[in-house]
Nanobody, 120 residues
Framework: QVQLVESGGGLVQPGGSLRLSCAASGRIFRINAMGWYRQAPGKERELVASITYTYSTNYTDSAKGRFTISRDNGKNTVYLQMNSVKPEDTAVYYC??????????????WGQGTQVTVSS
């Protein structure tokens, strides 16, 4: 079994910055891809950014130029640096990881979510 634990959410003013972290633990052989999704009230969950094991990244248009995703393969951790945040960034942010287990095939895992609120 694999667990994802997120941290770093909270209340931030418009134009401010926030850094989210997500650490994976358990019987992990390799994490092939990691990503951050978000879900605002009344909306569907959407991909914000993703990063492969070899550090290729992908961003949704609204995150380009403001957010940066990174990962530390030695720590099985992914980060999301959020700069110049806007009220529309308010959502619950979920960490996702595509994990190859020590004794299991590749599968998706999700964190419990962390609330990000952008408000003055």
């Amino acid at each position: 079994q694999v667990q994802l634990v997120e941290s770093g959410g909270g209340l931030v003013q418009p134009g401010g910055s926030l850094r989210l972290s997500c650490a994976a633990s358990g019987r992990i052989f390799r994490i092939n891809a990691m990503g951050w999704y978000r879900q605002a009230p009344g909306k569907e969950r959407e991909l914000v950014a993703s990063i492969t094991y070899t550090y290729s990244t992908n961003y949704t248009d609204s995150a380009k130029g403001r957010f940066t995703i990174s990962r530390d393969n030695g720590k099985n951790t992914v980060y999301l640096q959020m700069n110049s945040v806007k009220p529309e960034d308010t959502a619950v942010y979920y960490c996702n990881a595509l994990v190859r287990g020590l004794y299991t095939a590749e599968r998706d895992y999700w964190g419990q979510g962390t609330q990000v609120t952008v408000s003055s």
